[in-house]
């Protein structure tokens, strides 16, 4: 039987609430939701082995921020928002050292460039110690995917942040959901790392501490639905199996994909510049990178 696909925390526990037929807490897992500065923020911690189970994910802390408040309020709420992105990242990493950021995804497909984007609006500044001795230092690099380079992203993530000596790894991938009305109005924050591609039925090797030796922090921003789960919904779980099946490797995406990943992308940009070199303001991003 097929069931819904998402990698959203917050979502995946909505689903095991479902299958369990109770709306209160599930064992093994914890969950708070409140605003910030207008967002609405959801936590899910999964605790143990029991809550690995019924979510599907491993144990750590799963930070869900809706960005309605921004979407609807441009430009004045693209600072907000990068300010709460910003507030929830910083508990989550080393208070120093440096930090290896990796943009994964496929920059000449739409859906699958907020990593590689994002990158583009990072203030990159290892290299400037000399110069800018009160900036923490960042490494970055958006290499690509396995069949453009011939290397999982865990191998080339591994040794570029080795190279620079990083003290943590985040990386910035496309996340699936199961509701339309998180695509591309979401950012999910986590400290277990990622597995790229598993969204998309895609597995490949996890970049987690333990395969990378140091913490790693994942961003991730859904933008794309699995077809078959947006069925399922969309029928009320009266979908054909045969049909659903049918639907397993097609995904639907909103239709200003192409203009909501770059805004979506330059917004976790300065998010993670606002989490790694405190006191600066959105303002002081843009003259930076100018």
Known sequence: MLHHRTDLAMEA?????????SAGELA???????????FPVTRVEILDE????????????????????????????????????????????PAEG?????????????????????????LV????????????PVAAAAAGVLGTTGLESAEWVRGLAERAESRAVIVIDALAARGLERLCATVQ?????????????NRRMALNRETMGV???????PTVVDAATLALDLTGGTADEEALRRGERLFVTPKEVDRQVRELAKLVGY??????????TAADITALLS
């Open 13 to 21: 526990r909505v689903l095991a609430q479902e299958r369990a037929g």
């Open 50 to 93: 029991r809550g690995q189970e019924a979510l599907g994910k491993p144990p750590g802390v799963y930070l869900t921020i809706e960005l309605d408040a921004y979407l609807r309020h441009p430009p004045e709420g693209f600072e907000r928002a990068a300010a709460v992105l910003a507030e929830g990242l910083r508990p989550l990493l």
């Open 28 to 38: 093994g897992v914890r969950s708070d939701t409140w605003e910030e500065d207008g």
């Open 215 to 221: 913490p790693v922090v994942s961003i991730g921003v």
């Open 189 to 201: 924050l986590s400290d277990t790392g990622i597995i790229p591609g598993s969204g998309v039925g």
């Open 271 to 280: 998010g993670v510049n606002l989490a790694l070199q405190e006191g600066l």
């Open 98 to 122: 440096t930090v290896f950021v990796a943009g994964l995804g496929n920059r000449a497909m739409t859906a699958d460039a907020i990593g590689p984007l994002a990158v583009e609006h990072l």
């Open 125 to 136: 500044t290892r290299h400037l110690r000399e110069v800018l001795p009160g900036f923490r």
